[in-house]
Each structure stands twice: as structure tokens, then as C-alpha cells.
């Protein structure tokens, strides 16, 4: 079976890291797989590209960035020659031009599942979105959702739901808990003392992630041997600033680092003692799944999206605009050991055969 993931842009976020881990999933389970982006790679994206091409998947990255028209052609015209058994598109805009192909092409033939990624959870909100699922797209075979409340609020917005249901992310546990032997290693690079404790936090540098709550927070800890570091892509820089700011008037600067985003986080988890997730809203977070497998004691915000981590020993819930609460359970907790927490059912190759075999079976319906 040839099976193709679509995505917007190839960066190092958790939707494309997602995609990058299934399609080798795939790969390995003797599926043929094809990876196509409507823009081109962010070169953070680099080594996962290697990787991919490495182990042999067909990529489709343009060069540059093109028009709407331009994609629009470039799709059809893989889509014609290539012919996979199923598409997933990875979230509204790919699914979107996917479906207007097949609308151009008067192809009913063609599978299409929509994955829903984003995080506000509410991906049609968009009475534009609302317009062209409800009046010009055809019906997506199936629509995977990463979490339940998304698959509710696009029944809500457009009062249909397709096959498919709530597929939850998965993650390279196996991978994350052999880097952890690599953890004197990282931190010297780094340049920190066995005596210093790192609180760490991942994600995109953006109002929804509240790195700014974090750093606010931090500011309030006396303890000379705690730092922060932040790591991800930016996607606001007016906000980047903000941070900056922060920092620089807490005279921080030597403690709280900002790096970019990279593929080496497994080995940044090793080499950390806390991690923090103190997000507005969520999908179902890669980015939380790989910090639950490390261990690492971890402090979040009380939102529905977390919620499944109250199971877990040493999950901390907090309400992240409290910052002496926020500050009091980073200090609570740099000094735990690590957690043996259970993460087998969010193993990506759970995740892989769970989206491969919807594929086998709409391509099943299709023929019948």
C-alpha cells in the first residue's frame, strides 16, 4: 500500500516530528510512503529530512514557495503520477488543497483522511474554513482527531463527522530512555556543573506556550544553581521579545537560555531535571508525551489537555498566571528522581498500525 502524508511546511514542531516517526513506522511494516509539502523545509528541519530520505521515503519538498495556484498544481500533478491508496493530510490547509484537487480532478476514487493537530482544538472556527468544508470540498473518507474534544468541535462547527475517530499521538519511548545514559555528556556541553539543576521547556515561542509565565516565574526562585531553557521555534517575535525583555530586567541573562528548536531533544531531556509545559490550550502534545517518557518530574498547566497525566506519578498541575505557585513547584521538584511511568499505549508504532490499518479498511470500502 502507498501511503502519503501531506503537510504544510517540513519544520520541528510536534505535527511534522509526528509525521517524519510514522512515515518510518510505515516504512518499516513494508508500507511504500511518500512525505509532500506545499512549502519548503525549514532547515531545522535538515537531519529529520536525512533521516527520512535515509531510510527511504519518497519526499516531495519544493524548493521554494510557491502560489496558491502553484501548489495547487504541483499536488495534482503527484497526486496523478504517484496515485497513493490513501492521503493523510496533516491538519486544515493541506487537507483543504488536497480535497480541491480531487474536486478538480472529479476523482471520487481518491482516500482522504483529514488529521486535526492544531492546538486551540477548534481547527474550523473559520467561518471561511466553515464555507469550503460545507460548499465546495468533498467529504474527507475519514477525519482523525489527536484528541476527543476536537473531533466534538468539528461536529459542532460543521455537523458531520467522517470515519476515522481519535487516533492519540505517539512517541519513540524506547529512544527517549537510551538517551538518558548520554546525560553527563549533554550537560557538559552545555556547560553545566553536576551541581546545577535544569528546568526545561519545549515548545514554539508563541503567546498559547506562555514562556513569558514561565520566565516570570522563574524570576521569583532565589536558588543560585537552577536554570531555565527554553527551547523552540519562533513563531512571534514580537512576543520573543517580550521574554528577552523579561529576562534582561530580571537580571537573568546568565541563567535562562533560549535555544532554537533541534532534533536533539531526547538528549536535552537526559540532561534536564524538570520540565514544564505551562501551555494556554493543547492538542494532544508530542512535546508532553517524549517529557512524561523521560521521567523528569513535570509541572503543567490544569487544562483538559493534560488532564490524562494526573495518572502519572510526579505530574504537577498548576495554574501558570500564579507565579508564586508556579515558581514554589519548580523548586518542589528539582530535586526528585526520575519516574517509571508507563507510556507502552502512546508508542508510535501503536500509533502507525492504528492510522495504516484505517487506510486498509477505507481502501476496503472503496472497492466494494
Known sequence: MHICHLILRPRLSGAEKL???????????????SIFSLEPMESNFHGIYQTLASAGV????????????????????FLAKQRPDCVFAHSVIPSLYVRLVQ???????DIICSVLHDASQDDYNSLLYRCFESSI???PNALICVAPIARANYFKRCGYVSDGGVIYNGIKTGDIKAAQVRRGIVREQLGYQPNQRIVLQVGRINPVKRQLETVKSFRRIADPCLSLILVGLVEDNHYLSEINAAIESGGLSDKIRILPPT?????LLAAADVYVMPSLAEGFSVAFLEALASGLPIICSDIDAFSFAKA???VTHVDPSN??????AMVSARNANRFHRDMRFYSVDNTANAYSNLACVLN?????
Open 137 to 139: 470540498a468533498p467529504e
Open 263 to 267: 532534533d536533539k531533544i531526547f538528549d
Open 364 to 368: 476496503f470500502k472503496n472497492i466494494i
Open 58 to 77: 519518497n519526499i516531495h519538498f519544493p524548493d521554494y514557495k510557491s502560489s496558491r495556484f502553484g501548489r495547487l498544481a504541483r499536488l495534482l500533478a
Open 103 to 109: 474536486y478538480l480532478r472529479h476523482h471520487p476514487a
Open 323 to 328: 507565579y508564586a505557585s508556579y515558581a514554589a
Open 312 to 314: 502519572y506519578d510526579g
Open 19 to 33: 509525521v517524519a516517526d510514522l512515515s518510518l513506522e510505515q516504512l518499516k511494516a513494508g508500507e511504500t510512503v
